[in-house]
Each structure stands twice: as structure tokens, then as C-alpha cells.
């Protein structure tokens, strides 16, 4: 898989719209929520929004979930990496530790977590979960969130200019407006 930086990318248009997401973090789960409803409100032919996968050591299976949903990516392409995501973010409790320290998946191996997503997806993921060259793209969202000042998720930059004032919690209306 030749990692280009641009496997979560859904419409075409000119304004550029990046949102750094987090597997298990309830505020991108959020704002994940909202993708659809965003394209379709401005227009897949007026914004091209990516999503950057963006790994928080707080969150312990951070790196391996997303090593997942670029497995997923390379399976089945963007909608099954968003299928992915959306298993995920469903069933954070499943993939996350509790207090981001305790609980029952401190037992927990990537294998199991990669086990649990098979299941509610359909996708084999083991084989591709273990390319080498997923390293490039956990990398390359790595590099590319420092780059832009990105520390927490989620955030989100327009035309490549980081949005501090957008939330997770916004509805979608303002983040047309952002976009208009």
C-alpha cells in the first residue's frame, strides 16, 4: 500500500475541510457523527474533507486501532475504513480502557481488538493489519498533525489553517457557515 496521506477523503471540491480524529475519543466520535450530514449540507462538490487519524497516548489502543482503520483502508478502501471507525466509535467501552487505565481490557491484545472489529464489520483485517507499510501511514498522520500544531482531537483546520474555534460540539449549521 503506497501511503499518500489521502485514503480518508470523501467530496471534491475546492475548500479544503481536515478534521484530526481520535479512535476512542467520545468528542471525534462526535464528530465523526457529523461527516455525512456535512457533505451534504455544503455540497461534495464544494468542500473535500479528509479525515487524519490522530493517535493520543491517553487513549492505550490509540496506535493499534488505527493501524485497523488503515487495514480496513487497504481491504475494502475509504468506506470500509469508515465502517471501521464507525464499529468503533459505537462501541468505545470495547476498545478503550476505563479511566484510560483500569478495567477489563487491560487483558486485551491487539489481536482481540482486531477480532472484535472483524465481527462487526465483516472485514478480515488480520493479514493486512500486519503490511509493514502501515507504519508509513500512522507516520505520516503523526508527522503531519505535529507539522500543523494539532495536539488533541479533535480539531480541525480549513484551507489548512487550524479552526480553534470549532467544537465537536457545534451543529453542523456552523460549520457550513465556516465553509461558506
Known amino acids: 500500500m503506497a501511503y499518500r496521506g489521502d485514503v480518508l477523503v470523501w467530496g471534491h471540491g475546492p475548500r479544503e475541510f481536515e478534521m484530526f480524529l481520535e479512535p476512542t475519543c467520545p468528542y471525534s466520535a462526535k464528530a465523526f457523527g457529523k461527516i455525512d450530514a456535512l457533505l451534504a449540507a455544503v455540497g461534495e462538490d464544494k468542500v473535500t474533507l479528509r479525515i487524519r487519524l490522530h493517535s493520543q497516548p491517553w487513549h492505550m489502543f490509540s496506535p493499534v486501532l488505527i493501524r485497523a482503520i488503515l487495514a480496513a483502508a487497504a481491504v475494502g ?8 471507525m464507525a464499529a468503533i466509535y ?91
Open 90 to 180: 459505537a462501541r468505545i467501552p470495547e476498545f478503550e480502557f476505563e479511566r484510560h487505565a483500569t478495567g477489563p481490557n487491560r487483558d486485551a491484545t491487539p489481536n482481540d481488538l482486531i477480532r472484535r472489529i472483524e465481527g462487526y464489520t465483516g472485514l478480515k483485517l488480520m493479514d493486512a493489519f500486519d503490511d509493514v507499510e502501515l507504519d508509513r501511514g500512522t507516520r505520516w498522520e503523526t508527522r503531519y498533525a505535529r507539522q500543523n500544531g494539532i495536539h488533541v482531537s479533535p480539531s480541525f483546520m480549513i484551507d489548512g489553517i487550524f479552526q480553534s474555534d470549532m467544537s465537536s460540539g457545534d451543529d453542523v449549521g456552523k460549520w457550513v457557515e465556516k465553509l461558506a
Open 77 to 84: 478502501g475509504k468506506e470500509a475504513a469508515k465502517a471501521v
